[in-house]
């Protein structure tokens, strides 16, 4: 099949400087990032180079303070920049999207001595980070975590199992909530705990369907013993931290999802103008067209979704409930875009000959991770009803 370069996605930006960025990210992306996704991905290899390499360029802190190392864009370009990698290679964009979350905490709430002493490495240093709230018995029931940190003295020692850590046994640092006091959400205090401090380690990385690229592991804390600088906020608001930290996350799950989706749809269309069958490319037939513009239809509305999400954040206003429909809507649009994807491509789409296969593979995780689908429906109906009755 001849190659087809599909058409750059048109983009609405606010100024000059993001048009800028965009090209930047796309010459990354097309140069550096997509001709190895395929292998490197099949062969289960992270990409630290890319990331070094983003980080020079200045995209691993685009949403932070220029005070700090960062790129001091609005959420709506940030956001954007994240598709455009995630189209390249998923591992990437998310990769760069837990980095992000992983940040913020101590960008958000960390004090002035804490921002000036780390935000300059995390976000242009060529450091990487992790977001550590699950746990073997606490995914969707978060406030359930049981890792505990211990006061001693003017430190705190971590002792428990964190799961289903991005960049596990890889990161530079850990942003790790931890129980410092009673049971439930109160009680849970946030630290940013070093990659080498004594008494951490990672287990094997999960074997996964998808993403094989990024490592996803357990993280043991043994004692880790971390001073008191080091915790986030104040004592029992690592909680509130966690969920507001989610509610950013969440939008760059939905801007990775419409990536993965694009990149699928970009696909179907290049093999339907090319592929003969009857004579005549199947891409002229109305049943397969009516797919392909349903595809598009619903890669255009999540766009639009997460981007109007994005600009209520960008406006200090409230925005948890977009945020959580953003990502319903959008990874759900990139389990059936890409679902739609192999179906065009036949037989071939089940081969590995062909990306259609990976980004289907990929986009279930999106329906998964920070939040599964269902917990956001969840968090939708309480924004539309109140909570549930006890």
């Given amino acids: 099949m001849p190659d087809r370069a599909p058409q750059p996605v048109d983009r609405q930006l606010p100024t000059d400087e993001a048009r800028d960025l965009i090209s930047l ?15 490197e991905e099949d062969a289960g290899r992270f990409p630290r180079e890319i ?79 992790a977001y550590c709230l699950s746990e073997p018995a606490s995914g969707s029931d978060a406030a359930s975590l049981r890792t505990k940190a211990v006061r001693e003295g003017d430190a705190w ?54 993403m094989k690229g990024s490592p996803t592991a357990q993280i043991h804390l043994d004692g880790v013993r971390v001073p008191d600088s080091r915790r986030i906020g104040e004592e029992g608001q690592g909680f509130t931290i966690a969920l507001s930290a989610l509610d950013s996350g969440r939008l760059g799950i939905a801007a990775c999802a419409i990536g993965v989706a694009q990149a699928a749809l970009d696909e179907a269309v290049a093999y339907a103008q090319d592929r003969r069958q009857f004579g005549k490319p199947i891409a002229d037939f109305q049943g397969l067209r009516f797919m392909l513009a349903d595809m598009a239809t619903q890669i255009e509305a999540g766009r639009a979704l997460y981007l109007a999400a994005a600009r209520l954040r960008d406006a200090g206003l409230p925005f948890a409930k977009q945020a959580a429909m953003a990502k319903l809507h959008c990874t759900d649009t990139a389990m059936k875009v890409t679902t739609d994807a192999v179906q065009i491509l036949g037989g071939y789409g089940y081969t590995a000959d062909f990306p259609a296969e ?16 269902q917990i956001q429906r969840m968090v939708i109906a309480r924004h539309l009803a109140g909570p549930e009755s006890r």
């Fill in 25 to 39: 990210v796309r010459d990354i992306a097309q140069r550096e990032i997509a001709p190895a996704a395929a292998e």
């Fill in 51 to 129: 990331f070094t390499l983003l980080s020079r360029s200045g995209l691993l802190g685009l949403p932070y303070d220029a005070e700090y190392g960062g790129g001091e864009q609005p959420y709506e370009v940030y956001l954007q920049v994240l598709e455009e990698l995630a189209m390249a290679r998923l591992t990437v964009g998310l990769g760069v999207s837990v980095h992000t979350l992983a940040s913020y905490a101590l960008a958000a709430y960390g004090s002035k001595e804490q921002q000036v002493e780390h935000l300059p490495a995390m976000l242009g240093g060529g450091l990487l980070g």
């Fill in 157 to 210: 020692v971590l002792t428990g199992t964190k799961a289903w850590i991005t960049h596990g046994g890889i990161a530079d640092f850990y942003t790790v909530m931890a129980r410092t006091g009673e049971d439930g959400p109160r009680g849970i205090t946030a630290f940013l705990v070093p990659g080498d401090a004594e008494g951490l380690s990672a287990a094997a990385p999960e074997k996964k369907m998808g």
């Fill in 358 to 373: 990976r980004y289907m593979r990929e986009a279930k995780v999106l329906q998964i991770v920070e939040g599964t689908n």
